[in-house]
């Protein structure tokens, strides 16, 4: 665990310090130890990489992501393309490899690690696009780097790129469709059906998750798109004991990163690198300062994002593990050369990581688009099923800098059916009163009916962006009152009067606002 929390605190994927551990044990290491197992390294590695895109997928929230989603699906076809041409080209001409090695190369490195961008994104606070663009590309471009891959590994002539490129558009297709109906049915199941015991939720998301790779791949789609997909579904579906749920997913991707990594520092012999040392690093500074930004700035063209984006996107193309998981396919395919392309993935990944993740925040913060800390945060729900006495009981948590902080419980304006029946602060419960005022910190417990559940976590979020007037102001949530239709001259001008309310008693008080 001291590396998980060196890793976080660095910046730095925690890729390095497992493969480090790896090589340590293995051959030219301390311990020694003789693995040389590929087909069994890829077989994990898979397994792996499930867990780790589901993971991703569960912490991907659908209002970041969805501005960005065309962005990141063109960034996924046509910047892979881009950039498995540009780097094969590179590898051939400066280094000297063939022509089949040169695009198993190309493509082996043109995917980025969801492991990678997912650990050091979240750290580093970047605008809301920025991050839903390189989280999706990271969740999207496996599938068809995959695909080129195993075509590119296959004994014999390659197929034309037209028919690649049929292909990849119908295994992203079936791999889109199944996932999309595995995580919508799986939603729906778990939000219908109350399981005996709570700590089967966690275990069942993830089972669903897991499920739509094996379907995606059982229907010759893509398994990795699918399950991506179905748990992005699952994420944001409100699911009944959600923080309990993103926790242990969090710690099945850390378990699943650590063992991955460190076999694949088992599968790697450190006398074998150093004479494809410098070719990976040539390569390397190909795909980082060529390829990549003509990846980014020719499939991002179309969308007029500001060239400082573009840049810090650029950048931020980080590789990790599944550069190297890809790169066993060629040695178990028999590949002529498969344990020098391995060794030059292997070089090129561990030094532009090391490079390109430390430095991530500080570009940000010199292309000034690092994101607003102020930020209003979301709030954290916790849902509970009542089966029995059909409700719910939310758990809520205030964060710092919501601006729920300072509003009374009457000004939640929750609907009829739902109740604030309880507060924890400053680990002391009570009863709350109308017009007791929520800080930061508090810990709510509402009590809903099963028919306005969605409405009443709807409301909480809506004034924890908002404030007391979240609805009046423009902001989401409904409350106890449609502000559509007949309803919203009324809504609009009680909520006025509390607005004049409120800087009536400032004036009485001689606070600072008092002669507005």
Do not use: C
């Amino acid at each position: 665990m001291a590396a998980v929390r060196i890793s976080s605190r660095s910046g730095l994927p925690s890729l390095l310090l497992y493969l480090g551990i790896g090589i340590v044990m293995g051959q030219d290491g301390i311990f020694d130890v003789k693995f040389d197992n590929a087909e069994l390294t890829q077989v994990i590695g898979y397994a792996a990489l499930v867990v780790i895109l589901a993971e991703g997928g569960l912490g991907t929230k659908w209002k970041e992501i969805k501005p960005a989603l065309p962005a990141a699906v063109v960034l996924s076809l046509v910047g892979v393309a881009v950039s498995v041409g540009v780097t094969a080209a590179g590898a051939h001409y400066l280094v000297g490899l063939d022509w089949r090695q040169s695009l198993i190369i190309g493509a082996v490195v043109s995917s980025t690690d969801a492991a990678a961008v997912f650990s050091v994104l979240r750290k580093v606070p970047l605008p809301a696009r920025v991050t839903g663009v390189l989280e999706a590309e990271s969740g999207f471009n496996d599938a068809p780097v995959v695909i080129l891959v195993v075509a590119f590994s296959t004994r014999g002539p390659v197929d034309s790129w037209y028919v690649l490129v049929g292909e990849i558009a119908l295994e992203l297709a079936i791999g889109a469709a199944v996932g999309i109906a595995v995580g919508w049915l799986g939603s729906f199941g778990l939000r219908h059906v109350a399981l005996p015991a709570s700590g089967l939720y966690p275990i069942a998301v993830m089972a669903i998750a897991v499920s739509a790779y094996a379907a995606g791949a059982l229907a010759h789609g893509s398994g990795f798109l699918a399950v991506y997909l179905a748990a992005m579904i699952l994420g944001n579906a409100k699911l009944p004991h959600w923080p309990a749920t993103r926790g242990f997913a969090d710690g099945l991707g850390w378990l699943a990163q650590i063992g991955m990594f460190v076999l694949l520092g088992l599968l790697v012999t450190p006398h074998d690198l150093y004479d494809d040392f410098w070719p990976a690093v040539i390569v390397g500074l190909v795909l980082t300062v060529v390829a990549r930004p003509l990846e980014v700035f020719i499939s991002l063209a179309p969308f007029r994002l500001p060239w400082q984006e573009k840049a810090l996107m650029s950048w931020a193309g980080l590789r990790g593990a599944v550069p190297i998981i890809l790169a066993t396919i060629p040695m178990v395919a028999g590949v002529e050369g498969s344990t020098r392309i391995f060794n030059i993935v292997f070089v090129l990944v561990i030094v532009y990581t090391l490079i390109q993740g430390p430095t991530l925040p500080w570009l940000a913060k010199a292309l000034k688009i690092a994101d607003d800390p102020a930020e209003a945060a979301d709030l954290g729900i916790e849902s509970a099923p009542l089966e029995r006495l059909r409700g719910h009981l939310l758990s809520v948590a205030i964060p710092g800098r919501s601006k729920m902080h300072g509003v009374e419980v009457a000004e939640l304006r929750l609907p009829a059916g739902a109740a604030v029946t309880l507060v924890v602060r400053d680990g002391k419960s009570f009863v709350p009163a109308p017009s007791t005022v929520l800080r930061r910190g508090d810990e709510l417990l509402v009590v809903t009916t099963d028919p306005v559940r969605d409405a009443a976590e709807e409301r909480l979020r809506a004034v924890g962006e908002g404030g007391k007037l979240a609805g009046w102001l423009g902001t989401g949530g409904r409350g106890g009152d449609d502000l559509s239709g007949p309803h919203a001259a009324h809504e609009a001008a009680r909520e006025a009067a509390q607005a004049l309310k409120a800087v009536k008693k400032l004036g009485k008080s001689g606070g600072p606002k008092a002669h507005l």
